[in-house]
């Protein structure tokens, strides 16, 4: 790979950067490319050929787990335009994923898969793609034992034996159909045009110079192939004083300490600050872990008195303006909400998704810390188990993926809670419906409220002491009082998660436990009588040592 600087005889970015501001002829080239660049860049990508190329893009992305699969949108010359990772079981991530690249105007995909994934659903993404008129041209599957990816054209490990249709490798080409050479995948690249944005957005104005500003920032970051996470610092005159690159991540988002972004706002004494972060795929839609994050700095900056005044996202197409596309209502430089955003209260159609998705987050957490204090006051041992469980899943899903945390805890209320673990008015209700169906209760006035007071009553008894409860009925309706037969008859009923008490099975657990009980006590009786025997004959002995004695003394 070709290093910028050299390529322009610089040694450093700060060499580059003077021969850019002096004008000289030899930059012209890259000039011109950083001309291109600041518009919107449809494609800049090398097209994929082969199952080569396709491994080279793969190398840059993410490996796929178990549950998600890569998908990269490309347009009808295999030219990358778009990338994202997706949730091969969940069929609303498949959806959002797809949406996005059909958005970026692709016509064709190239799927990347786990070897363990389930294979019906990686099928399905392939169907949908298909059923929409959008061809899977290759898919490649890692195989993660060996640490290796395979093509499923080629039918074999990659190799760049198996070439897809061709197509030119030609320069980028301007509107006025001039050759522009492509700068952006020099090594330097992207080092370089951060620091010339830098520099770029120095004493610029966040009131007056804002569209230069986002365009130097669109320039410094929309080849990233990492999500940087940075900040504009300016003065009480809306003057920028520094720009700041705090966090660099992955494919797909990066880590944001609050922290270090305060730290440094406070450190400089700004008035106020703007930050900023891109997205490798392209496009600037707001995600809500990226409206999460502006929320909690909008929220300290209040405490703090500090202005927030906007957040960017960076794509190849546009910068978008959280103030004006998404929440104006999250930042407090009025001025700047006045003069520039022009609006007093945002109708985004991200809003309303966000405000469905924090509806949705607040009745799980509810429901969540209900689960986990049942959980920890009547089932510790329980508890142990999913808190470790619950660690794992943690660990592998982001915050923002509020649907499988949804399914998580759905799945964990059902498999381990129902019917035994966690018994609730409605689980009662219900239960006790489904007997009442198979009795004979009349349904006249004078009754209904008896049979209302007594199903209150049956329900309360379920969730206080389902065990009690359990061995009551099967007392009453079996006559049987013996505690013994009935704790074996509860532990046998427990561990039979499809019984239940009108079931005739009962009768053959009764039986069970009734023969049981009666082969313990015959083996305890007769544990009792060698008990009795050993101590008999002991006393004998005791009797017949003590009277030789006697004889003994007498004869001396």
């Known amino acids: 790979m070709s290093n910028l600087y050299t390529a322009f005889e610089c040694e450093n970015k700060e060499q580059l950067y003077n021969k850019i501001i002096s004008g000289v002829d030899d930059i012209r080239p890259l000039l011109d490319f950083l001309d291109y660049a600041k518009g919107s860049l449809v ?54 994923a797809i949406s996005e690249g059909l958005n970026a105007g692709a016509s064709r995909a190239f799927l990347t898969y786990h070897d363990k994934s389930i294979k019906k659903n990686v099928s ?42 061709e197509y030119k490798d ?10 522009i050479k492509d700068f952006s995948k020099y090594e330097a690249y992207n080092e370089f045009t951060s620091y010339l944005a830098e520099r770029e957005n120095e004493s610029l104005n966040i009131i007056t110079d804002i569209e230069q500003i986002k365009s130097n920032l669109k320039l410094g970051f929309q080849h990233e192939r990492q999500e940087v996470f940075g900040c504009l610092l300016y ?58 994050i502006t929320k909690r700095i909008s929220k300290v900056s209040d405490d703090l008195g500090l202005e927030f005044c906007d957040h960017f996202i960076i794509g190849k197409e546009q910068v978008l303006s959280f103030a004006k596309d998404v929440d104006s209502m999250l930042f407090n430089n009025i001025d700047y909400i006045l003069d520039v955003v022009n609006v007093r209260e945002s109708d985004s159609k991200y809003k309303a998704s966000h405000e469905e998705f924090e509806e949705k987050e607040n009745i799980f957490n509810e429901q969540f810390e209900e689960l986990c204090d049942d959980l920890k006051l009547n089932y510790e041992v329980e508890y142990e188990k999913f808190e470790k469980t619950y660690k794992e899943f943690k660990e592998n899903t982001p915050k ?36 009442i169906e198979n009795s004979t209760i009349e349904s006249s006035t004078s009754q209904k409220s008896d049979f209302e007071d007594a199903k209150k009553t049956i329900s309360n008894m379920i969730y206080s002491n389902y065990e ?70 002991l006393n004998n002995n005791e009797k017949k040592q003590t009277k030789d004695i006697k004889n003994k003394d007498l004869s001396l």
């Not at 959008?134 to 499923?152: L, R, W």
């Not at 030609?170 to 050759?179: A, Q």
């Not at 797909?252 to 997205?279: C, Q």
């Open 400 to 435: 923002s993926d509020l649907d499988s945390y949804i399914d998580f805890w759905d799945d964990y209320n059902a498999s381990v809670r129902l019917e035994y673990l966690y018994w609730n008015d409605d689980n009662s209700v219900f239960r006790f419906e489904k007997a």
């Open 124 to 165: 399905r993404i392939d169907d949908i793609l298909k059923f929409i008129g959008m061809e899977v041209i290759d898919k490649m599957k890692y195989i993660e034992a060996d640490n290796e990816f395979e093509s499923y054209r080629n039918q074999n490990i990659f190799s760049g034996a198996f070439t897809y249709p």
């Open 235 to 292: 003065d009480e005159n809306y003057n920028i004083q520094k720009t700041l690159n705090l966090f660099k991540g992955g494919i797909a988002s990066s880590i944001v300490d609050t922290r270090i972004l305060f730290k440094e706002v406070l450190k400089n004494e700004a008035a106020g600050f703007i930050v900023y972060h891109n997205h490798p795929s392209g496009t600037t839609v707001a995600s809500n872990e990226d409206i999460s």
């Open 170 to 179: 030609s320069m980028l080409v301007h509107e006025e159909n001039n050759e």
């Open 43 to 96: 494609s800049i990508e090398k097209p994929i050929q082969s199952d080569e190329t396709f491994y080279e893009y793969v190398k840059q992305l993410n490996k796929p787990s178990k549950s998600k699969a890569q998908l990269l949108f490309v347009n009808t010359k295999y030219v990358p335009i778009h990338s994202t990772s997706v949730s091969i079981n969940l069929r609303d991530d498949v959806k959002r």
């Open 468 to 537: 009690n409860y359990v061995k009551a009925v099967i007392s009453l309706e079996k006559g049987i009082d013996d505690i013994d037969v009935l704790d074996k008859v509860f532990r046998e009923f427990m561990d039979d998660d499809d019984l239940t008490l009108l079931d005739e099975k009962i009768d053959s657990l009764i039986e069970v436990a009734e023969k049981s009980v009666v082969q313990d006590k015959k083996k305890d009786a007769s544990k009792e009588n060698i008990n009795d025997k050993s101590k008999s004959d």
